[in-house]
């Protein structure tokens, strides 16, 4: 539902936050559980946001949209601050 909702948003120029829920074990970054894909993900250059230190409130355009999943479980150490 969140994604039809940054898709109306976006479709209309209406700026939206959004806050996600992420299992967080460390609270710090440092167990890459809580990543989710950033804008500009690739898995040959990957971009991951860390829900813990960068979130849990994200500006709807630091988000990937087009393949929006639940939040992935490793980053292989790609998170950005």
């Known amino acids: 539902m969140i994604k039809a909702v940054e898709k109306i948003c976006r479709t209309h120029g209406t700026p939206l936050q959004v806050?996600?829920?992420a299992l967080m074990?460390?609270?710090v970054g440092a167990c890459l559980g809580c990543v989710v894909?950033?804008?500009g993900h690739r898995e040959e250059q990957p971009s991951y946001l860390c829900t813990c230190k960068v979130g849990p409130v994200?500006?709807?355009k630091q988000l990937e949209w087009?393949?929006?999943t639940d939040v992935?479980?490793?980053c292989g150490g790609g998170c950005h601050d």
Do not use: I, M, P
Request: with cysteine; hydrophobic share 40%; proline share 0%.
């Open 72 to 74: 992935v479980s490793s």
């Open 58 to 60: 994200f500006n709807a």
């Open 66 to 68: 087009e393949e929006a």
């Open 37 to 39: 894909k950033g804008v």
């Open 19 to 21: 806050s996600l829920e």
């Open 25 to 27: 074990a460390c609270g």
